[in-house]
């Protein structure tokens, strides 16, 4: 077949092909985009394909191919519903809370302590400091950093869950903390 056969069958087949293709349905763009898909692979195809019947061969072909359309769509349609319902579900599961509620509470907790304890707190979670540097840094012992990072975790501890209920169970407040 060459370029002038097929611009023939492509002018001759096409409308006609588009409006059979309209009893499946009404999305003209998807029929075009169909019958121009069954025309492509057929120019590709055409050292391998022997057929009897052209008419018959795109019109099957057609048919074929808008069903497969219909069909992805439908199930892409039932994913899509099935993922939106999941999404509502998970937002109003009881795991679910509002991180910039709960990023205030943090930051009112954190500025309750008292100043020494906050500053350590601070320069170990915020700066990434090590409890010796934090040490070096305050001319104090290791062991009065650990002290009052233990202080400043209990009074945040305490503060958030009398503030925000159960986000200790979930574990969100000490993923926080560890970072």
């Known amino acids: 077949m060459d370029a002038a056969s097929f ?24 029929i075009e985009d169909v019958v121009q898909d069954v025309f492509v692979s057929l120019w590709e195809n055409k050292e391998y394909l022997e057929i009897q019947y052209m008419k018959t061969y795109l ?14 769509r439908q199930n892409r349609m039932v994913l899509l519903t099935q993922w939106i319902k999941d999404k509502k579900i998970a937002e109003r599961s009881p795991d679910c809370y509002d991180l910039e509620e709960f990023s205030v509470i943090l ?3 954190v500025n309750l302590l008292p100043e020494r304890c906050r500053e350590i707190f601070i320069l170990n979670k ?5 409890y010796k ?3 070096a840094y305050y001319q104090i012992s290791e062991k009065t950093v650990e002290t009052q990072m233990s202080i400043a975790l209990k ?5 958030v869950s009398r503030n925000y209920g159960s986000i200790i169970q979930t574990g969100i407040f000490l993923l926080w903390l560890s970072v």
């Not at 019109?59 to 992805?72: E, H, K, S, V």
Request: proline letters at 0%.
């Open 155 to 159: 009074r945040i501890r305490d503060f």
């Open 7 to 30: 611009r023939i069958i492509y002018d001759l087949y096409f409308e006609s092909i588009c409006e059979f293709l309209a009893y499946y349905t009404g999305d003209t763009a998807a």
């Open 59 to 72: 019109y099957n072909a057609a048919r074929n191919r808008i069903l497969n359309y219909l069909r992805n």
């Open 107 to 109: 930051k009112k907790a």
């Open 133 to 135: 540097q934090i040490a």
């Open 126 to 130: 915020k700066h990434k400091l090590t």
